[in-house]
């Protein structure tokens, strides 16, 4: 990890040194309206009642990426540049793979926006354009879920998801969506409870990562950020590898340690330098890194 450390260190340093020129407005897409407040979402018939039948048999559980977020399709795209990171991040958690035989990944940040769900996203996709390979997507953000909406799915979609299989109402296999085209499994969040890190705390989310990566090649778990939520801390020693998403030019290597240190420096498979801006002849555009942890 020193390694990550000491080159977000020296960028910190250098951005202080360099006058940087004025940025052009980049217009920052968005995969939609921001949730309302947790409490707002939120019946407390939901934490009672179990899922209706009804519900389960009247959800479209299949969807495609026709009205996913642009950047979602950009990535998939064979000719973008961003497209070609995410398919080197492919790879390389694919010779992890084989070398340490990991299958669940974790994609999570220190502070929140630093594009966890964008990476989380991103990464199924490609590794859902593999053929053969059988990959789910869990949204384990159980406070501002986004993955389904950078699918561009509706509210309907989330109506059975992972809250409602950690309290029992639904079975894992039965709550899963699927993606026809790529093809892959998503598990949403699910209506928001009241209390994220109590339902991760349930031994049914043990049971779940396990069922999932006995069903699955892939498992990418979406979650929240980890400096003051205890969620992620629960969610991490579950699964087999840790990727940490780090907004470049915005987060403290300060802080990132501090995170690093909270989910176990040596789950951290690899640091994702996030939304670096580089200076080309003419133009800036978004970087996308990712570098190796020493093991
Ligand atoms: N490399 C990128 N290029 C373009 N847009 C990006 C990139 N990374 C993130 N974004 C955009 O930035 C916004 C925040 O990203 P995202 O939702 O992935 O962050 P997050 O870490 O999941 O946030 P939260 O902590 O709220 O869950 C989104 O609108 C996303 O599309
Ligand atoms: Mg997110």
Redesign the pocket.
């Known amino acids: 990890m020193s390694e990550i450390f000491d080159f977000l260190k020296k960028t910190e340093k250098e951005r202080k040194q360099v006058i940087l020129p004025p940025e052009p407005e980049v217009e ?4 939609g309206a921001e949730p309302g407040p947790v409490e707002a979402s939120w019946s407390p018939a939901m934490e009672a009642e179990p899922v209706s039948q009804e519900l389960e048999l009247c959800r479209d559980d299949r969807f495609d990426l026709t009205d996913a ?1 642009p ?1 979602v399709k950009t990535v998939m795209d064979p000719l973008t540049l ?1 497209g070609e990171q995410f398919r080197l991040l492919r790879s390389r958690l694919g010779l992890m793979q084989k070398q340490r035989g990991i299958k669940t990944v974790l994609v999570t ?1 220190t ?9 989380a996203s991103g990464l199924i996709g490609v590794l859902a354009q593999e053929p053969g390979k059988r990959v789910l997507l869990i949204d384990a ?1 159980m406070r ?1 879920p ?1 993955s389904g909406v ?1 699918f561009g799915l509706n509210g309907s979609a989330s109506s059975v998801g992972l809250s409602e299989v950690l309290q029992g109402n639904v079975s894992f296999r039965d709550a899963l969506l699927t993606c026809t085209n790529p093809e892959f499994s998503f598990l949403s969040s699910g209506p928001l409870p009241p209390n994220p890190s109590e339902l991760l705390s349930s031994p049914i989310l043990e049971q779940t990562l396990k069922a999932a990566a006995a069903d699955f090649d892939w498992v990418v778990v ?1 979650s ?2 980890v400096l003051s939520l205890s969620d992620t801390v629960l969610l991490a020693p579950l699964c087999d590898a840790v990727v940490l ?1 780090v907004r470049a030019n915005s987060t403290s290597a300060r802080l990132v340690e501090d995170a690093a240190g909270r989910i176990g420096k040596e789950r951290i498979c690899g640091v994702i330098l ?2 670096q801006k580089h200076l080309t002849s003419s133009k800036y555009y ?1 970087q ?1 890194y990712y570098r190796k942890v020493k093991s």
């Open positions: 920052e897409p968005d995969f977020a950047q961003i940040s502070v929140p926006d630093e594009g966890k769900t964008f990476t953000d501002k986004r950078s979406d929240p950020p998403v996030n939304r978004y996308y």
